[in-house]
């Protein structure tokens, strides 16, 4: 069976806080669920909307640049150029963070919830939440 080709979307919701308790919630648009305390919250945002539909990318097999077209991520596309099916990714941003124990800069997605990191320079272990 072949791989399935991906493409990550350049572009990324605003981040926004859960209204109940302030947490970081998914980045996505739509209903959503907060990580932290389950609320449920409803997120559009029409700017992000259109520049998902104007968002250009590169064919992943043959390179040819495309215009996306739809206004939702994941989204399943397919190259008109070499027929080509691949899907169009959420855009994760990522984070630097400050390890407690040595100051190193750590490099990580944004993912909503409380994670557990242990720092590769010192080993220590501690918690993030977004």
Do not use: Y
């Not at 980045?27 to 990580?35: A, Q, R, S, V, Y």
């Not at 700017?47 to 739809?70: I, N």
């Amino acid at each position: 069976m072949d791989e399935e080709l991906t493409v990550e979307s350049r572009i990324s919701p605003p981040a926004l806080s859960c209204p109940k308790c302030n947490g970081l919630l998914p980045n996505e648009l739509g209903e959503l669920t907060c990580k932290l305390c389950n609320a449920r919250v409803r997120v559009d945002h029409p700017v992000t909307r259109r520049k998902w539909r104007e968002e250009k990318l590169g064919c992943p097999e043959c390179g040819k640049v495309l215009v996306a077209g739809v206004n939702k991520r994941p989204a399943h596309l397919q190259c008109a150029s070499c027929s080509t099916h691949f899907t169009l990714t959420p855009n994760t941003p990522r984070v630097e963070i400050s390890c407690p124990g040595c100051e190193r800069q750590l490099r990580m997605k944004r993912r909503p919830g409380e994670r557990q990191i242990e720092c590769p320079a010192c080993s220590k272990s501690f918690k993030v939440t977004f």
